[in-house]
């Protein structure tokens, strides 16, 4: 099994692999809808109703949709205090058309996109000034359980102009520096 | 820091002179520990009225799952005896974000049946999400629901992922989902 070569330019598009991503796999003429990241190199799927015209003919997985709520929950996760809702479209834009590069029209996500998504997440997310956050420390850790356990949040990618919003830990790192601080608290306290 | 609240008992006393109460809280259930240390022996020498609050009653509770319910207009069968499936040892079951949570799920059963063909009745539908014991867990099930349900429109080119090493690695019988090994081991 080889490593990704081009690791270092970020080009690697298996992070792209994401829980609700659709994906053809070889030989296949449904999509297959991604349910779980069980590892670097394994990922669980279940069949969907979209049917392929034709199948391919090489040994490729190919993405047919990439995952809304994971791109979402992953943006406003990283975000130090929360992201206004242009800024966060602005953001999931780059991504789509700079990292996957989409040139097509029809996935450029517009406020009516989220809008729905974002208010099926109002328990769990805040609103304050505009700014949506996740709105308890465990919704925080269940997002970062979800959706980063085999990947990590590269703020370096395509957020330049907003790097100052961003955390510089990526989720791993800063669980460590979590408890760390926790443990020191309690043996303090006890 | 919590290790120097030397200064919050003098501190509380003084408020108390004037009929007036402070609120410490904390959702955690580590603090439980902390009830016999040092913090607790510092405000009790200064006897500052303390008022510990613990767990969610079963009372608390049932208003709470009514309360959550009448804001969307529902309500549950007392057959149903939600109560009762959240009384368990799992003390996890019983803070107020995990039973807040559950009961705002138990709202979208409708669409989580679209997903889900094999759920047919609620109470499976609950005793499945009971099976999450905290609330990390519970909220996996949620972000399944809206992953499947808040979709972007499809790419109108397929989009080269990687080379796919294994397919059709069938998990246990009767379970639909299988796992997919690719090629690349970076760390994404």
């Given amino acids: 099994m080889a490593l990704c070569h081009r690791r270092k330019d970020y080009e690697c598009r298996v992070h792209h692999i994401e829980p609700g991503s659709l994906v053809l796999l070889p030989g296949e003429t449904s999509a297959s809808l991604v349910v779980h990241v069980c590892s670097e190199s394994e990922f669980e ?3 969907h109703a979209q049917a392929i015209d034709c199948s391919t003919g090489d040994s490729k997985i190919y993405l047919l949709r990439p995952s809304l709520a994971s791109k979402v929950l992953k943006t406003i996760w990283a975000s130090k205090e929360g992201l206004r809702i242009t800024k966060l479209l602005d953001l999931l834009n780059k991504e789509l058309t700079g990292d996957l590069c989409v040139q097509s029209e029809n996935l450029k996500l517009e406020q009516q996109h989220i809008h729905p998504l974002l208010a099926a997440m109002h328990r769990m997310m805040s609103r304050n ?15 970062e359980n979800w959706y980063f356990a085999f990947s990590s949040y590269r703020p370096d990618r395509a957020h330049f102009p907003f790097s100052g919003c961003f955390r510089t830990h990526v989720p791993l790192q800063r669980k460590r520096v979590a408890e760390q601080n926790c443990a020191w608290v309690h043996k303090f306290m006890a | ?36 240390g040092r913090c607790f022996q510092v405000l009790k020498e200064e006897k500052a009225n303390i008022l510990k609050i613990g767990k969610v009653s079963t009372f608390q509770r049932d208003v709470m799952i009514n309360e959550i319910l009448r804001r969307s207009q529902k309500q549950i069968d007392k057959s149903f005896d939600l109560t009762q499936k959240l009384t368990d040892p799992h003390a996890n079951r019983s803070n107020p974000l995990y039973i807040s949570i559950l009961v705002n799920e138990m709202k979208h059963f409708g669409g989580y049946q679209a997903a889900h063909s094999d759920v047919e009745l609620l109470s499976n539908f609950v005793d ?14 949620i972000f399944r629901r809206l992953e499947r349900k808040f979709v972007l429109p499809p790419l109108k080119q397929r989009y080269s992922l990687g080379t796919c090493v294994q397919n059709n690695l069938k998990l246990s019988a009767g379970n639909d989902t299988r796992k997919v090994k690719h090629g690349c081991k970076c760390s994404r």
């Fill in chain 1, 45 to 47: 799927v279940v069949d």
């Fill in chain 1, 129 to 143: 000034y505009g700014l949506f956050n996740l709105v308890h420390e465990s919704v925080c850790r269940a997002v």
């Fill in chain 2, 1 to 36: 820091m919590p290790h120097s609240l030397q200064w919050l008992g003098p501190l509380l006393a003084g408020q108390f002179s004037d009929q007036r109460v402070k609120l410490i809280v904390s959702t955690l259930g580590k603090c439980e520990k902390y009830w016999s």
């Fill in chain 2, 128 to 141: 499945e999400m009971l099976q999450n014991t905290n609330v990390p867990q519970l909220l996996d099930i």
